[in-house]
């Protein structure tokens, strides 16, 4: 009877409570959850060893991660990275997406300054991590995990930790599926918490990073399983494919190094 209850209760979420009132709620659950300091710093060696046991040096292989049902033996609070850790690896990926777009000016500009002088094309493209995964996680034990950890982090831990980061923050929390596409041009790097089916919250909410280039917009650890969401020519398109296409954006994080005019 209690499963009932509960997959009566997750149809009606959606349907009866706006998206603004949704990342309330997931906010108040979150001040429940803050652990002592000497928790989160054994925490974040036991995770930093596990982690390095998965990607050697973190930053070295310039990649973002995309294999979340690997992350079985890092945690954050009492649950894995596998089940809850959507939230902490959208805040690596958006980072490092940050990051990959400044080296890839520098580049240019280097290139630019090489030809002017007749020199050659430097083809080899290098951005390391400033924080580790290890030590996003851990600021997020610090404050931001809801229910011990076991249902991810509130969106708004999100927008406090990238501003303690020094980076400028747009919010958007969209009404309907297809007034986002403004929005997402006006930010360099989005973050975006969704629901996996707008019509269940059974199906669990995901959190990802989604970055705009040349070629479009590219959302990273859409699937936890190394498969690529993209390219798409826009946001609300990049949304539509997402899943079996009932997938709808609850709160959008534009994460920008300048600030953005609105």
Not at 60 to 88: M, P, R, S
Request: with cysteine; aromatic share 12%; net charge positive.
């Amino acid at each position: 009877m209690m499963n009932g209850f509960v997959r009566w209760l997750c149809k009606l979420i959606p349907k009866k409570i706006n998206n603004r009132v949704l990342v309330g709620i997931l906010l108040v659950f979150s001040k429940f959850n803050k652990y002592g300091r000497f928790f989160v710093y054994s925490h974040e060696n036991t995770n930093k060893e596990a982690i390095l046991r998965l990607r050697g040096v973190v930053g070295e292989d310039n990649k973002f991660i995309e294999n979340q049902q690997d992350y079985e033996n890092v945690y954050i609070g009492l649950a894995t990275l596998k089940d809850a850790g959507c939230g902490a690896i959208a805040t690596y990926n958006a980072i490092r997406l940050i990051e990959k777009e400044n080296a890839e000016n520098a580049e240019n500009a280097e290139n630019a300054v090489s030809k002017e002088n007749g020199g050659v094309e430097n083809k080899s493209l290098n951005f390391t991590g400033t924080l580790p995964l290890w030590k996003i996680i851990s600021k997020y034990e610090e404050r931001g995990i809801i229910y011990s950890g076991k249902f991810g982090i509130s969106p708004k831990a999100i927008i406090a930790v990238m501003k303690d980061l020094g980076y400028h923050i747009n919010v958007f929390i969209p009404k309907t599926d297809s007034d986002i596409d403004e929005f997402a041009g006006l930010n360099q790097v989005i973050v975006m918490t969704y629901y996996n089916n707008k019509y269940d919250l059974y199906d669990q909410l995901h959190t990802v990073a989604i970055g705009r280039s040349k070629m479009g917009y590219r959302a990273y650890n859409v699937y936890g399983n190394g498969q690529s969401h993209g390219y798409f020519k826009s946001l609300s398109s990049l949304v539509k494919a997402l899943g079996t296409g009932n997938a709808a954006p609850i709160i959008l994080v534009g994460i920008n190094e300048e600030r953005v005019e609105k």
